[in-house]
């Protein structure tokens, strides 16, 4: 026969932890990409408990190339990750979206090269760089390339999709577009020597943030401020404790065979440069956002100046 005492305390805990779940808040967030090591805050804060402290129960969308600006419009989703470039253009065009937490202070565009084709900038003149897209942030941050070192109409531009590793190693183009934390880091890994340039070295584009409605703002403040606090703190453990996040990490991951662990490593390592700041994590600059919108305007991307208070929302 069972212990009445031990049934009753079993009954105590899942009441309390019932209870405590139905206290938490439905938090929906959208990534326009798969579960990657990139985002191991967000896994490392859902696992270590950070965003339940604050009442929030975080559930997140993917969909590679999902249309975050549309799904927040429409109130499917709460959050967006997203870069911050494509919310300058949306506010652009009247869009009511602001940036709540910047989760890149950095620009993560790279151009890069084989070093036995290119050495210089001045080395691609009349050669062919190869980009994903004809617009979105790859797109852009070619252009901050090309104007920074004068190679605007010296250069070919091939769209290759995300093929830059196999199109760069077959020689089809001369040098290729991809992100600072991930290209570089496989083609390393594989023994190639490359030549780089990192946007964020010649540009204060502003990066990626976490984006929500001015709708969902008036009905969700307090909660979407609760987010960011947790956040903050979820930056904070995985900037002071890469291993750990990286471990709590692979239940949204999965776990990578040993000889794949250490590039998740570097690609975590990389990524935290993007997130390092002077103040809390997640900063709102409006220097930064100011002067990324002069860029679009210079760039045509954009065809009016987007006030300040169209773009960021600081909730702290």
């Given at each position: 026969?069972?212990?009445?005492?031990?049934?009753?305390?079993?009954?105590?805990?899942?009441?309390?932890?019932?209870?405590?779940?139905?206290?938490?808040?439905?938090?929906?967030?959208?990534?326009?990409?798969?579960?990657?090591?990139?985002?191991?805050?967000?896994?490392?804060?859902?696992?270590?408990?950070?965003?339940?402290?604050?009442?929030?129960?975080?559930?997140?969308?993917?969909?590679?190339?999902?249309?975050?600006?549309?799904?927040?419009?429409?109130?499917?989703?709460?959050?967006?990750?997203?870069?911050?470039?494509?919310?300058?253009?949306?506010?652009?065009?009247?869009?009511?979206?602001?940036a709540i937490f910047q989760y890149y202070q950095k620009y993560p565009v790279t151009i890069l090269a084989k070093a036995n084709r290119i050495k210089t900038p001045e080395d691609f003149v009349g050669k062919t760089i190869g980009t994903p897209e004809l617009y979105g942030t790859s797109w852009i941050g070619l252009q901050l390339?090309?104007?920074?070192?004068?190679?605007?109409?010296?250069?070919?531009?091939?769209?290759?999709?995300?093929?830059?590793?196999?199109?760069?190693?077959?020689?089809?183009?001369?040098?290729?577009?991809?992100?600072?934390?991930?290209?570089?880091?496989?083609?390393?890994?594989?023994?190639?020597?490359?030549?780089?340039?990192?946007?964020?070295?010649?540009?204060?584009?502003?990066?990626?943030?976490?984006?929500?409605?001015?709708?969902?703002?008036?009905?969700?403040?307090?909660?979407?401020?609760?987010?960011?606090?947790?956040?903050?703190?979820?930056?904070?453990?995985?900037?002071?404790?890469?291993?750990?996040?990286?471990?709590?990490?692979?239940?949204?991951?999965?776990?990578?065979?040993?000889?794949?662990?250490?590039?998740?490593?570097?690609?975590?390592?990389?990524?935290?440069?993007?997130?390092?700041?002077?103040?809390?994590?997640?900063?709102?600059?409006?220097?930064?956002?100011?002067?990324?919108?002069?860029?679009?305007?210079?760039?045509?991307?954009?065809?009016?100046?987007?006030?300040?208070?169209?773009?960021?929302?600081?909730?702290?």
């Amino acid at each position: 026969m069972k212990h009445p005492f031990k049934i009753v305390c079993v009954w105590i805990l899942l009441t309390t932890l019932e209870s405590l779940h139905a206290q938490e808040q439905l938090v929906k967030l959208a990534i326009g990409y798969i579960p990657h090591v990139q985002f191991a805050p967000l896994y490392a804060g859902i696992e270590k408990g950070l965003y339940r402290e604050e009442g929030i129960r975080l559930e997140i969308e993917y969909g590679f190339g999902m249309d975050i600006f549309s799904l927040l419009a429409a109130g499917k989703v709460d959050i967006g990750l997203s870069d911050s470039d494509q919310l300058i253009i949306a506010g652009s065009k009247g869009m009511e979206l602001r940036a709540i937490f910047q989760y890149y202070q950095k620009y993560p565009v790279t151009i890069l090269a084989k070093a036995n084709r290119i050495k210089t900038p001045e080395d691609f003149v009349g050669k062919t760089i190869g980009t994903p897209e004809l617009y979105g942030t790859s797109w852009i941050g070619l252009q901050l390339f090309l104007e920074y070192f004068r190679l605007q109409n010296r250069v070919q531009i091939e769209r290759i999709g995300y093929t830059q590793i196999p199109t760069l190693l077959s020689d089809k183009v001369d040098g290729v577009v991809c992100f600072f934390n991930n290209e570089p880091i496989q083609l390393k890994e594989r023994g190639i020597s490359i030549v780089q340039w990192d946007v964020k070295d010649f540009s204060s584009m502003v990066g990626a943030s976490f984006i929500t409605s001015t709708s969902i703002l008036t009905k969700k403040r307090e909660i979407l401020s609760a987010f960011v606090r947790a956040t903050e703190r979820a930056v904070q453990f995985t900037m002071e404790n890469q291993k750990d996040a990286f471990r709590l990490s692979e239940p949204y991951i999965g776990k990578p065979d040993v000889s794949r662990q250490g590039f998740f490593q570097k690609v975590l390592a990389e990524t935290c440069h993007l997130f390092m700041v002077e103040g809390p994590y997640g900063s709102l600059k409006p220097a930064v956002y100011r002067e990324s919108v002069e860029t679009l305007l210079r760039l045509g991307l954009i065809d009016k100046p987007v006030p300040l208070e169209k773009l960021i929302q600081p909730l702290r």
